[in-house]
């Protein structure tokens, strides 16, 4: 325990200093992963509230996001690639760009299914199911998402911290740093533990009442 509480004092002191080397180092530390579990926990109930508060958001942000991706990575393909057998020119940073725009678009898409229940549904199985074994395998997959939240934020974020501590630029441009968007994947996850906590909160509440479970998911649905 003892070498826990160095550790997650390590980084936070490293984090308030924004000593991005310093980071790096005090990330590798055990006390990383106690740190990791609260930052998940803490941080998707955060965005669950927020989510909340602004139905808006709520409704809007993994779309948009994944909308606003997929089309930059389109249009930057369809510009370079005319350029290039056209005009025999071609960004140097075109060909590496789309990569981490799919990387960001993937993960918050990860979130957006989630909340629409389309990963670990089962629902045909799960119907014929006692309500209890019901429950028992909703509140199963809020424990795995959210363990799975915490094994990619934890380890992301020492990804992102080397990339910083190396100042990593993205290949084809010398002012963009590649830790800018590998930032997106701790982001994603916690957007995503948001998602698991917010179906669970809501299906312990459907428990109580008569209303069924397990409903048929529908990708691309609301």
């Given at each position: 325990?003892?070498?826990?509480f160095?550790?997650i004092?390590?980084?936070l002191?490293a ?7 310093g980071i790096?180092?005090a990330m590798?530390?055990t006390?990383?992963?106690?740190l990791g579990l609260?930052a998940?926990l803490?941080?998707?109930t ?7 508060a ?14 606003v991706s997929y089309?930059?990575?389109g249009g930057?393909?369809?510009v ?12 140097p940073w075109?060909t590496t760009?789309p990569p981490f725009l799919?990387l960001?678009?993937t993960w ?7 909340k629409?229940?389309?990963?670990l549904?089962f ?6 199911m006692?309500?209890?074994?019901q429950?028992a ?6 424990a795995l998402?959210?363990g799975?939240c ?5 380890t992301?974020?020492?990804v ?6 190396n100042f990593?630029?993205?290949l084809g441009?010398?002012n963009?740093m ?6 997106s994947v701790?982001?994603s996850f ?5 998602r698991?906590i917010?179906n669970?909160?809501r299906?312990?509440?459907t ?10 998911a529908?990708?691309g649905?609301e």
């Amino acid at each position: 325990m003892g070498e826990w509480f160095n550790g997650i004092g390590g980084i936070l002191s490293a984090l308030i200093e924004g000593d991005s080397w310093g980071i790096s180092q005090a990330m590798q530390a055990t006390g990383v992963w106690p740190l990791g579990l609260v930052a998940i926990l803490l941080g998707g109930t955060i965005m669950m509230l927020v989510y909340r508060a602004v139905p808006l958001l709520e409704r809007h942000l993994e779309p948009t996001v994944m909308v606003v991706s997929y089309l930059t990575i389109g249009g930057i393909i369809f510009v370079e690639v005319f350029r290039r057998f056209v005009l025999n020119e071609q960004a140097p940073w075109s060909t590496t760009l789309p990569p981490f725009l799919f990387l960001i678009m993937t993960w918050v898409g990860c979130s957006y299914n989630v909340k629409l229940r389309t990963h670990l549904a089962f629902a045909e199985f799960r119907t014929a199911m006692p309500r209890p074994l019901q429950m028992a395998c909703l509140a199963l997959d809020a424990a795995l998402w959210l363990g799975f939240c915490w094994v990619v934020f934890v380890t992301s974020m020492k990804v992102v911290a080397n990339s910083a501590a190396n100042f990593q630029f993205m290949l084809g441009t010398d002012n963009l740093m590649q830790w800018w968007f590998l930032i997106s994947v701790p982001i994603s996850f916690l957007l995503l533990a948001a998602r698991a906590i917010e179906n669970l909160l809501r299906d312990l509440k459907t428990y109580g009442t008569d209303a069924p479970l397990i409903q048929q998911a529908v990708i691309g649905g609301e």
